[in-house]
Structures are given as C-alpha cells and as structure tokens.
C-alpha cells in the first residue's frame, strides 16, 4: 500500500464562493454522461431522415422540396431540442439522488447552485453541440441540393427555350429557398427555446421525486406554453378592470413561460426579414425565464434534504 | 488541546410523517464528539438514527436542534467539506466514468488539477488496489471494486477526516479486511475516522472509541477498552500455569475470598456484540413495560 499524506497536511482546494471550475466539471460530467447515453444516435437517425426528405423530388417542384427540407429539418431540430431538455434535464438529479452520487458529491466542497448550474449547461452544451452539427448536416445537404436543383432547372428551362427573365426568375426563386445567414437566428431560437423547457425541468426535477411526474408536468407547461399568451389576452379581455386577473395573469405569464416567442423562427426559415428587436426580446425573455426557473429550483434545492 | 475532527452537540432531528403534525424523533439531543487522530465508531440498530446524524455532520440535512461541526467549521459552512472524505453505504457512482475518471471528477470538485491530481489518482488506485482496472468503466466493477473507489475517491483531497457509512457492507471478507486494513493505516496517518456499521466484531477491531446510539439517543459512549471491560470482574491471565497451581488459586478464592466467587476460567471477557445486544433488548424491555 502506498502512504497517505500526513494528517496536518492542507486539503488540496480551498472552497472560493462560486467556482467556474467545479460548474464545469459537473456541466463535463453530464456532459459525458449524455454523450454515452448514446445521444449522439438521434443524430445518425436525422442525417438519414433528411437524406430520405432531400431525395423526394416525385411529387414537388424544386422550390417546395427545397422548402420542404428546411421545414423538416428544422422541425426535427426544433422537437429533438425540446423534447431532449425535458427528458434528459428529469433524468439527471432523481438518478443522481437514487445513487447516492449526490451524496458524494455534495459532501465535497460544492455548492448546490454550483451542482444545479452543472447540470443545467451539462445539458444545453449537448443541446448547442448537436443543434450545430445537424444544422452543418442540413447546411451541406441543402446547398448541394440548391446547386442541383439550380443546375437542372436552368437546363430545362433553356431546353424549352424558355426567356432569359423566365430563367433568371426562376434561379433567384430557387436561390431564395437555398442557404441563408439569417436560418443561424433560426438555431439560436429553437437553442433559447430548449434552454428554457431545461430551467422549467430542472425547477421541477427539484421539487419531484420521480422522473416520470416531471417529464409529464414539464411537458404539459410546454404545451400550454404555447398558448399562454392567448389564454392571458382572453382573461384580460373578459375582466377589463379585475385587479386580481391582472395579478393572476402576470404570474401566469412567469409560471408558464410563453413559448410562442420563439415561433417568429418558422417564418425565417421560409425566407422573411429578421426582425433584430424581436432576436433581441427574444433572447432577454429566455435569459429571464433561464433566471427566474434557475432561481427557483436553488430556492427548493437549497434546503432540501437528502 | 486540538479542535475536535467533529463535534456534534445537542442534537436534534425530527421529521414529519404526515400532514397532521405527526413527528418522528429520528435523533435526539445527541452529543459526542471525533477527536483528531482518532476512529470513532457509532453503532446502533436499524433505524436507530446513525445515518441522520452522519447525514446532518455532512451537511446533507439540517438539523432541527443543535449543531454539528467539522474542525470547528460549522457542517452549514461548504468550507467544512474540504476536510472530509465520505464513503456512503453501497456506493454508485458514474458508469459511465472509468476509475481514473471517477477520481479525476472528485479531485477536480475539490479544486485539484494537474499534476498533483494525476499524481494522487495514481497513488490511490495503487493504494486501494485498481489500479488494473483503472480504464474500465465503473457499470463493469463488482461491489468490492466500488467500494474500493468510494475510499479512493473519499480520500482524494487528503481530507483530515473520513466519513465510513458501513464500509464492508457487501464486500467479501478478503475486501471486507483490506478495508480495516486501510482504517488502522489511515489513523496511523493521523487521520480521524467516524464510521458506522453493524458489523460490531470489525469496530471492535479499529475503533478507539464507541458510541452505542439507539431510538435516536446515545446510550453508552466511551473508550472501546472501558466499554467492554467488566466492572467488577478480575481477570487472571496466567501463563503455563499448572493445574495444581489452578487448583490452589481457586481453592484459596473458596477459604479466604470474602465474598469473591470464580465465575470462569479462562479469558473472561465480552464482546461488543453481546453488550450491544444487552443494550438493546433492555432498551426495549424497559419501553414495553411503559
């Protein structure tokens, strides 16, 4: 056996009041534990589904089956980032606390805030990391398919004699459905989007005992999230001057964040303008949901007992 | 005289059963204390609240009376676990992480990097014996091979004080020895130990002092040779006595003892175990008879 270090030796670290360097090796760890959780599977199963979708040119003409690869694309991107922060942000603690590596780790010098932000931006790098690596998937496919559909449609056109307006019409069309920078705010959405569905679970994962119970609720405020604003704007219209509503529609506006700021994503996509006040509202209103949820689950985590 | 390794005072822990202000007393107003350099064992049935106050000394719960402190830290404090090293009872911890990688996590929570961490990592897996096993993942070790990593993790910022929660539960008793092997070098070290267990013949074994805690209180605590001595038995230990000489000595206790009785020959001692046990069935006789 080799010799421990004397008992009047100092511990090697001293506890500074938050450390970025524990945050990150908790957020590494689950960085790592996700990553072989096979996440990366999902990835190969979106190459493959948009290969099948950008090779479907029986039925669409060369603007819709491109249209149609961006909605598809970003339709999977979106559903896997929302539906991965759910589920893998409920797994984490109840598996952790079913264990007993929280005990571990919380009886080293960490802090709960530290834990909990581990675990949190554990989770979003791997949402970030595989977002980008499916949009550079889905970049490649969709300027190969441009080019293609470019190529072919301006020897058809040419073949049938067609006029050179004809022919340039029909190029800057099929070109505004190609690859565009503004489809970047499009990944940052549905990235913001994820990071909040994560805070709201990782509040409940705080508050639950059971996975399942948390998957379920967080599902449920997601889907009602998408209507949180008609819902408010309906009770405010039938209770012009109730003060109460009022309170009770601010809170539940805070409680159930409002998913639908995220969904001006969809019109980029197609080719609209990329309003800057509305990237920016957007990214201050996740920032402040991020928060308020973050805040929240250290409040119930603080105290807790394990 | 030093600060003690910990110092657990009046204290209390009770918890709700239900929503009709109904309580259970898991620990109550319990006090003792680890001094440094030494291996403390708290035994006590199932139950009996071991566990609550290891939990409360580690900071993982509250307590609702009292105080708990490691070096004179309070357990609140975070800064009071960069002197411990904890090992739970059946430790889990990452499968997916390798050995290596396991104590790299731990040492890195502790604020340990470069080549002092490498270094320690490889000291440990040599010291507690894996290091053939350092690069499998941990959902490939058996039970003795994780609780082998538990104490290498538990140990990986050279804490002053190690927290045992059943050590050998479920190890085999080639693994179950190392362990107490590994105790009596870490003492020797001048580390301080608290540990609990059930298997009383192996504190007996390690530890300098005993606490015996039932129903959430302390019910005897003291010196391991004090406990298990009897007050008012003497023992003889002879070597290469004959039986004559046996006989006369008995005979002598018959004609001049005033009183003294030979109770038995041989070693007469007990064990931890029996008193243990005495303990407990009295502490239940005399609660039925209330």
């Known amino acids: ?306 | 005289m030093s600060v003690p390794a910990v110092e657990v005072t009046n204290l209390t822990k009770v918890f709700p059963v239900s929503l009709r202000k109904e309580y259970v007393v898991a620990v109550d107003n319990l006090s003792f204390q680890v001094n440094a350099g030494e291996v403390y064992g708290l035994i006590g049935p199932n139950g009996s609240g071991k566990s609550t106050s290891m939990k409360v000394v580690l900071g993982l719960m509250a307590p609702t009376e009292g105080e708990t402190r490691i070096f004179g830290v309070s357990s609140r404090d975070v800064r009071a676990r960069n002197d411990i090293g904890f090992l739970p009872e059946n430790p889990y911890f990452y499968k997916h992480l390798s050995g290596a990688e396991t104590l790299k996590f731990y040492g890195k929570l502790c604020g340990m990097r470069g080549r002092d961490l490498k270094d320690r990592i490889g000291e440990l897996l040599e010291l507690v014996g894996l290091e053939h096993a350092k690069d499998r993942r941990l959902g490939g070790y058996s039970k003795g091979m994780l609780q082998r990593i538990g104490l290498a993790q538990a140990l990986i910022q050279r804490p002053r004080l190690v927290i045992l929660d059943e050590p050998t539960a479920g190890v085999d008793p080639v693994g179950s020895r190392q362990i107490r092997d590994l105790i009596l070098k870490l003492k020797e070290d001048g580390i301080s130990v608290f540990l609990c267990s059930h298997l009383l013949e192996q504190v007996q074994e390690v530890c300098d002092e005993v606490g015996i805690i039932f129903e959430g209180r302390m019910r005897r605590e003291g010196k391991l040779e004090d406990l298990v001595s009897i007050g008012n038995q003497t023992s003889l230990v002879l070597e290469n006595a004959s039986s004559e000489l046996v006989d006369k000595i008995e005979r002598l206790i018959e004609t001049e003892g005033d009183g003294a009785e030979l109770v038995e020959k041989g070693n007469p001692r007990t064990t931890l175990e029996r008193m243990f046990i005495r303990i407990a069935s009295s502490e239940k006789q005399e609660k039925e008879e209330n």
């Open chain 1, 1 to 306: 056996m080799a010799d421990s270090e004397p008992a009047n030796q100092k511990p090697a670290g001293r506890t500074a009041l938050i450390s970025v360097g524990r945050i990150w090796t908790i957020a590494a760890s689950t960085f790592t534990q996700l990553v072989r959780m096979k996440t990366f599977y999902f990835l190969l199963a979106f190459a493959v589904l948009l290969v099948a979708a950008g090779n479907l040119n029986i039925l669409f003409s060369a603007v819709e089956q491109l249209s149609m690869i961006k909605k598809v694309s970003f339709g999977t991107m979106d559903l896997f980032a929302w539906l991965f922060a759910i589920v893998a942000t409920a797994l984490l603690i109840p598996r952790d606390l079913e264990d007993r590596t929280l005990y571990t780790i919380l009886s080293k010098p960490v802090l709960r805030i530290e834990y909990l932000l581990g675990k949190l931006i554990g989770v979003l790098v791997v949402i970030l990391l595989s977002l980008v690596t499916m949009f550079v998937i889905f970049s490649a496919l969709l300027h190969i398919r441009t080019i293609d559909f470019l190529h072919t449609e301006v020897a058809i056109l040419e073949q049938a004699g067609r006029s050179q307006e004809m022919i340039q019409a029909e190029a800057e069309a099929i070109i505004a459905q190609g690859l565009r920078k503004e489809m970047w705010v499009a990944l940052w959405a549905i990235f913001l989007k994820s990071a909040v569905v994560a805070s709201v679970t990782i509040f409940l994962s705080t508050i639950a005992s059971s996975s399942l119970f948390t998957i379920i609720i967080s599902t449920i405020i997601f889907l009602v999230g998408h209507a949180s604003q008609m819902m408010i704007d309906f009770w405010k219209d039938q209770f012009v001057d109730n003060i109460v509503v009022k309170m009770l529609a601010g809170l539940f506006r805070i409680i159930v964040p409002d998913y639908q700021i995220f969904s001006f994503y969809e019109g980029i996509i197609l080719g609209e303008k990329v309003l800057p006040h509305l990237v920016w509202s957007m990214t201050g209103m996740s920032l402040f949901y991020v928060g308020v949820f973050l805040l929240l689950g250290l409040l119930v985590f603080f105290d807790k007992e394990f």
